[in-house]
């Protein structure tokens, strides 16, 4: 199984849900590839946001060698889900699956019917706030890959 998370510039959310995921997976043995990216290219090479890191760092996961990347059409193969963190961004991956065979099928959004805000604008306690709702979702997540 390929899994790959997107966000806007895949330096807050996304990074923040491939850890959660990467680290999840691995205490239950479930082998799967995790990965994250954006939809846009302005963080390209960039590590995750500071307050990503400490968020993911108090709670025991492990984003620092996180790279910021962009999500490219030719993903679609390579992915076998491609997990959108808020409604834009799952309609920008829609507009990009346009055209691919089965693209759209493994398109979804995190948490089912509800976007994972994006907390850059905010303080400390907004990136708290996601890795609360990524770490429920990756949960659920695991449950259903598992099966």
């Given amino acids: 199984m390929r899994v790959c998370f997107v966000c806007m510039g895949n330096i807050c959310r996304s990074p923040?849900?491939?850890?959660v995921f990467r680290?999840?997976?691995?205490?239950?043995?479930?082998d799967v590839e995790v990965a994250?990216?954006?939809?846009?290219?302005?963080?390209?090479?960039?590590?995750?946001?500071?307050r990503a890191l400490a968020a993911l760092r108090g709670r025991g996961y492990d984003g620092s060698t996180h790279r910021a990347r962009q999500f490219a059409r030719e993903w679609f193969e390579r992915y076998?889900?491609?997990i959108a963190l808020d409604r834009e961004?799952?309609?920008?991956?829609?507009?990009?699956?346009r055209d691919v065979p089965g693209a759209d099928?493994?398109?979804?959004?995190?948490?089912g019917d509800a976007d994972v805000p994006d907390?850059?604008?905010?303080?400390?306690?907004g990136f708290e706030h996601v890795l609360d709702l990524v770490e429920g979702a990756c949960?659920?997540?695991?449950?259903e890959v598992r099966g």
Avoid at 23 to 30: E, I, K, P, Q, T
Avoid at 119 to 125: A, I, R, S
Avoid at 139 to 143: H, K, T, V
């Fill in 16 to 19: 923040m849900a491939e850890a």
């Fill in 23 to 30: 680290h999840v997976a691995h205490d239950a043995g479930v």
């Fill in 36 to 50: 994250s990216a954006g939809t846009g290219g302005w963080h390209v090479g960039d590590g995750a946001d500071r």
């Fill in 80 to 82: 076998d889900l491609v």
């Fill in 89 to 97: 961004n799952e309609h920008s991956l829609r507009a990009l699956a």
């Fill in 105 to 111: 099928a493994k398109i979804r959004l995190l948490l």
């Fill in 119 to 125: 907390p850059y604008y905010g303080g400390d306690d």
């Fill in 139 to 143: 949960e659920r997540l695991l449950a």
